[in-house]
């Protein structure tokens, strides 16, 4: 998943980068609402954290420009103070949530995975499709009572697929939410990665849960299970 974080004061930036990345996210940062538009307009973003005191564009403006620009990505909204007009002055630009500063960094991480969770359609933290079983609070992977060992890469590949479920995704879409825009692309590792997966997941080539569409993309294609 791809997450942009607009956030002015340095050291809350690198906070939220650090940690966002070491739970698995791939991370654009923005030190001002300019920033944060171009970034939003340019790349594939999957989930906003806006501050909403910004220089320049205000966090408002820009979450207003964002839906203006018919940009559905969920956002969640940092306030400074607790301050009622704030929330629902973001919520009505067209925030999805937010949190108050200070705030603890779990929190922030919560409620962006369930805003991704309720973007897929997910109402619960535990992906099941099939017999595979993706916890996105633990990052772990089963099939079955099976558990399946992924590598990063793959675990980001298999979670985008399954909140996804059902949708085809194309090669490039998978190779731009792993890397951000510092890494060379290229596209053969997705390739590569979707075999280890299908032979993690599927050793005995019994439950196909990955298909490809020639030319289009992937599709996990387990029936996804809810309740
Ligand atoms: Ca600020």
Not at 74 to 94: C, M, S, Y
Not at 112 to 140: E, F
Request: hydrophobic share 40%.
């Amino acid at each position: 998943m791809r997450a942009l974080v607009v956030e002015d004061e340095a050291i809350l930036r690198e906070t939220l980068r650090t940690r966002l990345a070491a739970a698995g996210f791939t991370v654009d940062v923005a030190a001002d609402g300019q920033e944060g538009m171009f970034a939003g307009l340019e790349y594939p973003i999957d989930v906003a954290i806006i501050d909403l005191g910004l220089p320049g564009i205000s966090g408002l403006e820009l979450i207003r420009r964002l839906r203006a620009a018919r940009k559905k990505l969920p956002i969640l909204i940092l306030t400074a103070r607790d301050n009622w007009q704030d929330k629902v002055e973001g919520l009505q630009a067209g925030a999805d949530d937010y949190v108050t500063k200070p705030f603890h960094f779990e929190e922030v991480l919560a409620r962006v995975q369930a805003l991704l969770r309720r973007a897929g359609g997910w109402a619960s933290p535990q992906l099941r499709c099939g017999s595979v079983v993706l916890d996105t609070r633990a990052q772990t992977v089963a099939v079955g009572e099976r558990p399946v060992e992924l590598t990063t890469f793959e675990y980001r590949i298999l979670e985008h697929l399954m909140l996804r479920a059902g949708e085809v995704i194309s090669k490039a879409e998978l190779t731009e939410r792993l890397y951000d825009q510092d890494f060379e692309r290229d596209s053969n590792v997705i390739e590569v990665l979707i075999g280890r997966l299908r032979r993690k997941l599927d050793p005995d080539e019994q439950l196909h849960p990955i298909e490809t569409l020639r030319g289009r993309g992937y599709r996990l294609a387990l029936p996804r299970e809810t309740g």
